[in-house]
């Protein structure tokens, strides 16, 4: 059907979708306020950026932008950014297929243990590495200091430490994308390529590498993107090699010149914003899809000696890497005085749960207030996206995306921007931190939904309408039980995120209201090396113990729904 026709078709059925909309006035009324919350909160912020960053005196201007770039320390750390985001994307990328390539398609042992080791870094604070960078190599590192007394001086601060902790910290995303990728492919391919005499080799170069293509662009824009919105890790250990994420908010809290620092933001914005749409279009991709129909049950097994032990070698290389970075923040922990004192104590527990204590309350219960919230609208969302037509719902889920797709120091600079004067005065309130953590991430949940429902029939929630249930009453008796895995993907998401939230957060929290995450970053500030260790590793703890909550809660909302419709069946 010709574009013009379907646009046609599209404009004579929008009536029809709003007097179905009048119908129901409580969907209505749930469409108007979720909308009403997008635009406050993920577009309002962003159109004050870009009003601070192209007005002046009323009027379009650039001048901002000509007079950021022609100043060298603005243009730096633009190319900095550009440069460590795109060494990292490569570099986490190829680690991140070894270890998916390993799980799927090579007969190694300890699979799962793998499959462990390679998420792990998603429920770690982003910085984390950054922190035991400094444990191993720094001047009073483990390995520079008591294994090679100072023979070899390591060059942590600057471009190659940022190079290591960023991949360490983000090959996780590679990983799930491309382990995703692998597993989605037929295998019958690659056994007829087998049956026809291919070498396993061959098999991989000509048909599983390129069948894979699309996963692995992905791949590489989504860890483009995260480096260079990373804000933690540069606070760290960026040291002369300034990039755009520090810049910025060195340009507003150090500077206090706002207009400078929103067109910062927008210079950051646009590579970001380019990397997302670059990997939306290879998702979308469909000339690389091979299953079109129930795939074959047996799958490729990589089995030659040297094939396996080479990539089992790889990956207990890798593994060893990240455990040693990760234990020696552990072992960190329990030092009285990194640098000076090096006796093993539980003093730096002691401090974390008394004069820190403030940090891991406050965070804890932002986090709770915001993680069902943002759970819960992330699936009305995607429920009104694939469920409902009406004017506007393709619009609401790009929205959604927005603040997804835009660097943490851009939707924190947008935040202070919107809400730091009447009628919506929220800055140094806890409200702002709250709205900042439910609409930061939103996307993962209504994403996430959205692929949920999709492979739902509507056969069953049509039934429940035509007994007479609204579309409320069938949204939370029907869809939500439904799409419970989609549910608790998007908590785990949000409550992760917010416990490790840095980039966004560290413009709006005030002496109110604090962080867990910004009380790491003032003790490494501080040299007090061993105090921000024991905080990172009191977030990973609780970050696993509320993981745990979130599973057995939601799993007793399933067995609660199974009960009901067995009592419905035997009615």
């Not at 919506?424 to 806890?430: Q, R, S, V, W």
């Not at 419970?484 to 995120?497: I, S």
Request: hydrophobic share 55%; charged share 15%; glycine share 6%.
């Amino acid at each position: 059907m010709p574009r013009s026709v379907r646009a046609v078709a599209y404009l004579k059925r929008i009536p029809s979708d709003i007097r179905k909309l009048w119908r129901e006035p409580l969907l209505l009324f749930g469409i108007t306020l979720v909308s009403v919350f997008l635009f406050l909160f993920i577009v309002l912020p962003l159109f004050k950026i870009f009003q601070l960053s192209f007005e002046e005196n009323g009027h379009y201007s650039l001048k901002v932008f000509a007079e950021l770039l022609s100043k060298s320390y603005n243009v730096q750390p633009l190319i900095h950014s550009l440069t460590l985001g795109a060494a990292v994307s490569i570099l986490g990328t190829v680690i991140g297929f070894i270890f998916a390539y390993a799980v799927t398609r090579v007969d190694i042992p300890w699979k799962r243990f793998f499959n462990v080791t390679a998420t792990f870094p998603i429920i770690a604070p982003p910085f984390m590495m950054s922190l035991s960078a400094i444990l191993l190599f720094g001047k009073q590192g483990f390995v520079s200091n008591m294994i090679l007394n100072d023979i070899i001086h390591f060059k942590i601060y600057g471009f190659y430490g940022l190079l290591v902790v960023e991949t360490l910290t983000y090959f996780s995303t590679a990983y799930l994308t491309l382990y995703g990728v692998l597993q989605a492919i037929d295998p019958a391919l690659e056994d007829a390529a087998l049956d026809l005499g291919a070498p396993k080799w061959k098999v991989f170069t000509r048909i599983t590498l390129p069948l894979a293509t699309p996963g692995i662009a992905s791949a590489i824009l989504l860890v483009f993107s995260q480096s260079l919105a990373d804000f933690g890790n540069p606070m760290i250990l960026a040291g002369n090699y300034t990039i755009l994420a520090t810049q910025a908010y060195l340009t507003i809290v150090g500077m206090y010149d706002m207009r400078s620092g929103a067109g910062l933001a927008i210079l950051l914005l646009i590579p970001s914003l380019i990397a997302f749409g670059l990997q939306k279009y290879w998702v979308s991709r469909k000339s690389y899809v091979t299953v079109t129909g129930k795939p074959s049950s047996t799958r490729i097994k990589m089995d030659h000696p040297v094939t396996k032990y080479s990539i089992f070698g790889l990956c207990l290389l890798l593994t060893g890497v990240i455990f040693l970075f990760y234990g020696m923040v552990l072992f960190g922990s329990f030092v009285k005085l990194w640098g000076a004192n090096h006796a093993l104590t539980f003093v730096n527990y002691k401090h974390v749960f008394t004069v820190g204590w403030g940090f891991i309350r406050d965070t804890l219960l932002l986090s709770s207030i915001a993680t069902p919230i943002a759970g819960i609208l992330a699936m009305i969302i995607a429920f009104l996206v694939v469920r409902k037509n009406f004017p506007g719902k393709r619009l609401m889920e790009l929205v959604s995306l927005l603040t997804f797709a835009v660097p943490g120091t851009v939707v924190g600079i947008g935040y202070i921007l919107a809400f730091n004067e009447y009628p919506l005065k929220l800055t140094g309130t806890a409200a702002i931190i709250v709205l900042l953590f439910i609409f930061r991430d939103l996307a993962v949940g209504v994403q996430t939904g959205i692929a949920e429902l999709q492979q739902i029939d509507p056969s069953i929630e049509e039934a429940a309408t035509d007994l007479g249930a609204d579309s409320a009453t069938t949204f939370r008796r029907i869809t939500l039980p439904l799409i419970t895995p989609a549910f608790y993907a998007g908590l785990a998401f949000t409550f992760v995120k917010c416990m490790t939230a840095v980039s966004a957060v560290i413009f709006v929290v005030s002496g109110k209201w604090n962080l867990i995450t910004i009380a790491i970053l003032g003790s490494v500030e501080n040299s007090d090396l061993s105090q921000a260790a024991a905080f990172s590793v009191v977030i990973i703890v609780f970050i696993l113990l509320a993981l745990w909550l979130i599973q057995f809660l939601v799993k007793q909302m399933q067995g609660e729904q199974r009960i009901r419709f067995e009592r419905a069946e035997a009615l």
